[in-house]
């Protein structure tokens, strides 16, 4: 069974830092891209970034390009966003979510491309 177990959101003043995890279970993380969207009060959800785990590479959307970091740690089947320069218009819950894909590369253009989802993890940031 295919799951995935996003943490690590909270509280955090404007320009300071965040970082979340999602941990992923009962599929093979090599073969699955990880993306994280994030939904803001009032507002549909949209993707933000995502790495292809096969090769690594990664995409981000511009409203989190240069502030917003995504790694992989394959032996402990992990997704980590690291956060940084946070606005106050990044408050959202966040979830990661994940497809097997077989091409280099991954996108979060659509989310029905991705499969499963976490239960997310809800981020403030105050002004």
């Known amino acids: 069974e295919v799951q995935l177990q996003a943490s690590g959101g909270g509280l955090v003043q404007a320009g300071g830092s965040l970082r979340l995890s999602c941990s992923a279970s009962g599929f093979n993380f090599d073969e699955y891209d990880i993306g994280w969207f994030r939904q803001a009060p009032g507002s549909e959800r949209e993707g933000v970034l995502c790495i292809n785990n096969s090769d690594g590479s990664t995409y981000y959307a511009d409203s989190v390009k240069g502030r917003f970091t995504i790694s992989r740690d394959k032996p402990k089947n992990t997704v980590t966003l690291q956060m940084n320069s946070l606005k106050p218009e990044d408050t959202a819950i966040y979830y990661c979510?994940?497809?097997?894909?077989?091409?280099?590369?991954?996108?979060?253009?659509?989310?029905?491309?991705?499969?499963?989802w976490g239960q997310g993890t809800l981020v403030t940031v105050s002004s």
């Open positions: 979510a994940t497809h097997e894909n077989w091409l280099p590369g991954c996108m979060v253009g659509a989310e029905d491309d991705y499969a499963y």
